[in-house]
């Protein structure tokens, strides 16, 4: 995963939004995605975006893409304690294959 | 886990011991996945499996084996295993047609 890069930590408060930021290095990659993971589980698809989209919006997160620096984010607005994960940023690359960031994990306190 | 199951859930092994993860889809897709995930590595692609019969290798290959004798089922096989493969497996099917791939539960293994 060393070619997607993403921070470890983020620590919010409860209903103030986290941004997670995800940069990555293969520009002619198609799509970008968004994963969740909580403790001891698998990973869940939370959103994507494909490469010639600036922006996706799905209720409480929104996916803002910028291909000229190879910069994603996902911002999760009202931010809840059930939101505290390990978040990941994936490049597809040919043949369908993931190049994962190292995660993000988000901590939400009361 | 979107009809993606895998077992065993845990596994402990010795050294030099082998042992086969078993991935199992309830649908009917072309392409699986097996990756392993490690404590600030994110996640990692050992081999995959684009149709029945065929797998090519990922990013860490080396120490693994993988059968892909139908379309539902895609195995990995550790011949001979060592304590650098402890680590969490995840299997993953990408629905035929879709950008999208959906993970297992994962099978925590402890190799000592």
């Known amino acids: 995963g060393e070619d997607v890069e993403q921070s470890l930590f983020l620590s919010v408060r409860e209903g103030d939004s986290s941004v997670i930021n995800c940069t990555y290095t293969?520009?002619?990659?198609?799509?970008l995605y968004w994963y969740k993971q909580e403790p001891g589980a698998g990973l869940q698809l939370l959103t994507y975006?494909?490469?010639?989209?600036d922006m996706k919006q799905d209720q409480r997160l929104t996916v803002l893409l910028n291909k000229k620096d190879k910069h994603l984010s996902l911002r999760i607005a009202d931010t809840q304690t059930g939101d505290s994960a390990i978040y990941f940023c994936?490049?597809?690359?040919?043949?369908?294959?993931?190049?994962f960031g190292q995660g993000t994990e988000l901590s939400v306190k009361p | 886990n979107a009809g993606v199951t895998q077992t065993p859930k845990f596994q402990v092994l010795k050294t030099g011991q082998s042992m086969t993860l078993q991935c199992a889809q309830d649908?009917?897709?072309?392409?699986m996945y097996w990756y392993r995930q490690d404590p600030g590595m994110g996640l990692r692609l050992i081999y995959y499996s684009a149709s029945e019969g065929t797998t090519d290798k990922g990013e860490v290959p080396n120490g693994y084996n993988v059968s892909r004798l139908n379309k539902r089922e895609f195995s990995l096989r550790l011949e001979s295993a060592a304590p650098s493969q402890t680590s969490v497996y995840f299997c993953?099917?990408?629905?035929?047609?879709?950008?999208?791939?959906?993970f297992g539960p994962g099978t925590r293994l402890t190799v000592t």
């Open positions: 993953a099917v990408r629905p035929d047609g879709s950008y999208e791939q959906y």
């Open positions: 975006i494909f490469s010639n989209m």
């Open positions: 293969d520009s002619s990659s198609t799509y």
């Open positions: 649908m009917n897709h072309n392409s």
């Open positions: 994936a490049e597809r690359r040919q043949g369908g294959k993931l190049i």
